[in-house]
């Protein structure tokens, strides 16, 4: 399993995006997303995505050139139409206009549609905190619907349909909360297939419904399912995703889960909150500290060392992979140096 530094690891991303026809800055912005989500832990949204991209764009799924229309526009909320832009140029162009309306008028919401596939929902909502704003994120996966099982069916009916929330901090990272409504993201199944490893208990079930730690069941004819959050009380997670299909799917025009196999692109919508139109900065950072020490001062539970807040496992993360490397499991890697080639690159100078 390789270990690659993060810069390296991003300029091999450049090269093949930009030689997929991204212009410099577009692939900039997707690659130095999915670098972070390796930094972040998040390999199911990271380099293992660079070939997929770099094959849809190929295959015409995915326009390298697009660029990201605002098709509805009033003072707090607009609908944004990527062209089919990747997914990270039109999310950012998104969440950046919402951060300026919300900048103006205290509060926007911004909903995307016609793009691809946007990545690391978190990464998003980041963009406002680290502008001492909030943000909040829906994403659905438009009409595609066949990879979580709802509560109490056996058959994939839902996608993965990811929350995410930050909020900044005065001297520290942002709190950070970014989760699928299902128990895992289809790409960490992904992972495991492509690393040759077992799923933990809980994630999967085969298509008879019966419980398995093979990731390959997921994938199998016919197919298993992912289970919606919860466990015992998955009917939360199975009503979460609801949520974010009717937020993330109806409101952008994206569609909601109707069965496909095949994703058009992500349902997108967006919400930014300018604090300061609600209360002071400083008496917001107060509450914020105050509640970290609060929960913090818990005993701890058997087998824990500290209490955790949302968001410091990604950050603590970052700060150490950055400096270690990242690993890249042989599979990926090897379907990197294929893509490589294919767009007429030479893996063998990385």
């Not at 997707?30 to 990271?46: A, I, K, R, W």
């Not at 140029?89 to 919401?109: C, D, P, S």
Request: contains cysteine.
């Amino acid at each position: 399993m390789p270990t690659i530094q993060p810069q390296t690891l991003r300029d091999i991303g450049y090269a093949l995006f930009e030689a997929s026809g991204c212009t410099v800055e577009d692939a900039r912005a997707v690659v130095d997303h999915l670098v972070e989500s390796n930094l972040f832990g998040h390999d199911s949204h990271g380099a293992i995505r660079y070939y997929e991209y770099t094959r849809a764009i190929r295959d015409g799924r995915f326009q390298p050139r697009a660029t990201p229309e605002v098709v509805r526009d009033k003072p707090c909320t607009a609908v944004v139409d990527a062209g089919g832009a990747l997914g990270q140029v039109g999310a950012t162009f998104a969440m950046n206009l919402a951060i300026e309306k919300a900048r103006q008028h205290g509060l926007a919401t911004v909903t995307l549609r016609n793009t691809s596939h946007v990545g690391r929902v978190g990464a998003y909502p980041l963009m406002a905190a680290r502008q001492k704003m909030i943000g909040l994120a829906f994403v659905n996966a438009g009409r595609l619907g066949y990879q979580i099982a709802p509560f109490g069916g056996v058959d994939g009916r839902l996608s993965t349909n990811p929350i995410a929330f930050a909020a900044p901090r005065p001297t520290a990272d942002p709190i950070l909360v970014d989760m699928t409504t299902s128990v895992v993201a289809e790409g960490k199944v992904r992972v495991a297939i492509n690393q040759g490893k077992h799923v933990p208990e809980g994630w999967l079930i085969d298509a008879q419904g019966n419980p398995t730690t093979d990731p390959n069941d997921f994938r199998a004819d016919p197919p298993g399912a992912i289970l919606p959050m919860g466990g015992v009380v998955a009917h939360k997670g199975y009503g979460l995703s609801f949520v974010v299909e009717l937020l993330g799917g109806a409101l952008s025009g994206e569609g909601c889960a109707a069965g496909s196999h095949t994703m058009r692109s992500n349902g997108v919508l967006f919400t930014v909150y300018n604090i300061e139109h609600f209360t002071d900065l400083s008496t917001y950072y107060e509450e914020v500290e105050a509640l970290i020490r609060h929960v913090k001062s818990s005993r701890l539970a058997p087998g824990f060392k500290e209490i955790l807040a949302p968001g410091e496992p990604e950050f603590r993360s970052a700060q150490r992979k950055e400096a270690e490397g990242i690993e890249i499991d042989e599979t990926t890697w090897s379907a990197i140096c294929q893509e490589a080639r294919t767009l007429g690159l030479d893996p063998d100078c990385w």
